[in-house]
């Protein structure tokens, strides 16, 4: 569930997630709450997990040090070539697995995304480099202005497996989207493994993509997804 175009007056303006954001936040911004990476939310995870687990059945924990959800975010209008493509990542996420119930169920922090990271650009097929203040100014400015992550933290993933698809409810600003997802998964006594690809649109969650001088420089409306997952 954000450095944009630059012109010759050095326009510029940010994209992330699920949406584009205006440019760079000033030095008084405010910025997002600081909270903690793991909640002490005592409905995470859900009780069908503890019960599959005291009737013996496996459950996995998630690996965030083995799992990555990477979102290409790309740019759009007659005068996209003044700008910058993104990736927007996920490397702490969390959650709980249970093959026998054919269920995950995952979550991450929308203030423990990272912003252009140079492996992850390269692997997307960009080959420019965003300054870091450039890349700093995105950041802060989808937290604050567009996803609002003081008030909506994080982002939920609810999966049920049927078959080689997965059902997923993402939940992302208040709001919930279903998708079905084909997968490659693996399944061993020692855990699983999910991996796959999805194309979705920011104005799936009530997103308008920014766009100005008519349309001139635009955020594309359309986030390509991939995945990693492992659990253990």
């Known amino acids: 569930m954000p ?11 940010s994209l992330l997630l699920t949406a584009c954001v205006s440019p760079p936040a000033p030095d008084s911004a405010p910025a997002p709450a600081e909270a903690p990476s ?5 409905s995470f995870p859900p009780a069908a997990y503890r019960q599959a687990k005291a009737g013996g059945q496996p459950v996995f924990k998630i690996s965030a040090d083995d799992s ?6 790309r740019r759009g209008g007659l005068l996209a070539r003044l700008g910058h493509d993104h990736v927007v990542a996920v490397r702490k996420l969390e959650g709980y697995a249970a093959p026998g119930l ?16 140079s492996g992850l650009r390269a692997e997307a097929g960009l080959h420019t480099e965003p300054s870091a203040d450039a890349i700093a100014g995105t950041r802060q400015n989808m ?5 609002d992550a003081e008030n909506h933290p994080w982002v939920l993933l609810q999966i049920q497996r ?14 919930t989207r279903s998708y079905q997802i084909p997968a490659r998964i693996t399944v061993t006594p020692r855990g699983l493994s999910a991996s796959g690809t999805l194309a979705f649109k920011q104005s799936d969650f009530g997103i308008v993509p920014f766009a100005v001088m008519g349309g001139a420089l635009a ?3 359309e986030l390509e997804l991939r995945f990693a ?3 253990r």
């Open 229 to 231: 997952v492992t659990a």
């Open 3 to 13: 450095s944009f175009f630059r012109s010759s007056a050095t326009l510029i303006l």
């Open 68 to 73: 990555l959800i990477a979102v290409t975010v």
């Open 162 to 175: 049927k078959g080689e698809v997965l059902d997923a409810a993402v939940t992302l600003h208040g709001v």
């Open 38 to 42: 793991h909640s002490t939310d005592a």
């Open 219 to 221: 955020v594309k409306d």
């Open 102 to 117: 054919q269920r995950a169920d995952l979550r991450f922090r929308l203030d423990e995304m990272t912003v252009d990271e």
């Open 143 to 147: 937290l604050t202005r567009v996803l």
